[in-house]
């Protein structure tokens, strides 16, 4: 039986910038979203010829997620991510090419080389982290909550994580805490509908999970996973509780993982065939046509931005495979433990 739109998008809605937003910052996020999606697919190829280090796991179709999150933050704002945390990086505003150089495993990487897709981190950008282990990234965030909390800073944490992640005894742990001292976190699902090659509705008696933040007593929304303004929109009002002291928020961003759960599944546990129609409500799909049709820009500039996301990604190949070096030997066990500086 086909999958049915309403059913895997229940929140589906048109896209619509927010008053006030600028040209300017919705070019931007549109410019963040085609690096987010050109990096992911040449990354693919690239770990296909052998050229990149351990696992990699795309992010291609949740563009409008890790997006419409960050650019709702302010500097000095973190996040904690996943094992599928590319996106996450790029949304958050780190380079592409250091990024790159860290996948090739090189020295000039984010994290020496030392860190790779599954484990890379930007602390200049406050981003806290990828990790391998599903839910590991709840406690992260909550950290970071009660560090803002304790000092005093009106500043929020947002725990990126996907829908396998809620069935994690940590998110429940980090969900009650988080709403009994109301911290400034955010909880944001991805739900993509599958953990690896499990679908959400095998596990979950409730498949709108959004719906559980009732359980802990903080609101919970459910968003449209591929328009970013929808996903923009509710994280303005969460941060806003947020930083007033009001506590944390469970956003749901319910959308459909549209490739393989890492670059080189064959999704055996699906048909594949049932997955074509929603290339029609991907994120970059609608936001081209977005910007086109509102005349918030034209062809030829929207045209401009996915050639510069294009040239980018290529340029940080080049980077990564001919400019960079490999880590020195007599770096092997430099950066093992935190200098003991504060980085909240």
């Not at 960050?70 to 380079?95: F, M």
């Not at 800073?153 to 109301?182: F, P, Y």
Request: charged share 25%; with cysteine; aromatic share 8%.
């Amino acid at each position: 039986m086909a999958l049915d739109v309403k059913d895997v998008l229940p929140a589906l809605k048109p896209l619509e910038a927010p008053k006030g937003l600028s040209k300017k910052k919705q070019l931007d996020i549109f410019h963040r979203m085609a690096l987010m999606r050109e990096f992911d697919t040449k990354v693919r190829d690239l770990w296909m010829a052998g050229k990149i280090y351990g696992l990699a796991h795309s992010y291609v179709g949740a563009e409008a997620i890790g997006m419409g999150v960050c650019a709702a933050l302010e500097d000095g704002d973190c996040i904690s991510s996943t094992h599928r945390g590319h996106g996450h990086c790029i949304a958050r505003g780190a380079d592409v090419k250091t990024m790159m150089a860290e996948l090739f495993g090189k020295y000039e990487g984010y994290n020496r080389g030392k860190g790779g897709s599954m484990h890379i981190a930007d602390m200049d950008h406050g981003m806290l982290g990828a990790t391998g282990i599903v839910g590991s990234g709840m406690p992260l965030a909550l950290g970071a909550g009660i560090a803002f909390d304790l000092q005093g800073k009106k500043r929020v944490a947002i725990c990126l994580h996907g829908d396998g992640g809620t069935n994690q005894g940590v998110w429940h742990e980090s969900m009650n805490m988080a709403a009994a001292w109301k911290l400034p976190v955010i909880f944001v699902i991805e739900n993509n509908q599958f953990a690896i090659a499990t679908s959400v509705e095998r596990v979950t008696g409730e498949k709108n999970l959004y719906k559980r933040a009732a359980g802990y007593g903080m609101p919970g929304v459910q968003v449209d996973g591929f328009n970013v303004f929808d996903v923009y929109n509710a994280m303005t009002k969460a941060i806003a509780r947020a930083r007033a002291g009001e506590g944390p928020t469970l956003i749901e961003g319910h959308f459909l993982r549209l490739l393989g759960h890492f670059v080189a599944d064959d999704q055996w546990y699906r048909d594949v065939k049932e997955i074509e129609p929603f290339w029609e409500y991907e994120p970059l799909k609608r936001m081209r046509e977005y910007l086109v049709d509102s005349k918030t820009a034209t062809a030829a500039e929207v045209a401009e931005v996915d050639q510069r996301a294009i040239d980018e990604v290529a340029a940080a190949i080049n980077y990564a495979e001919n400019e960079c070096t490999e880590p020195p030997l007599d770096t092997l066990y430099n950066d093992l433990y935190a200098n003991g500086e504060m980085i909240l």
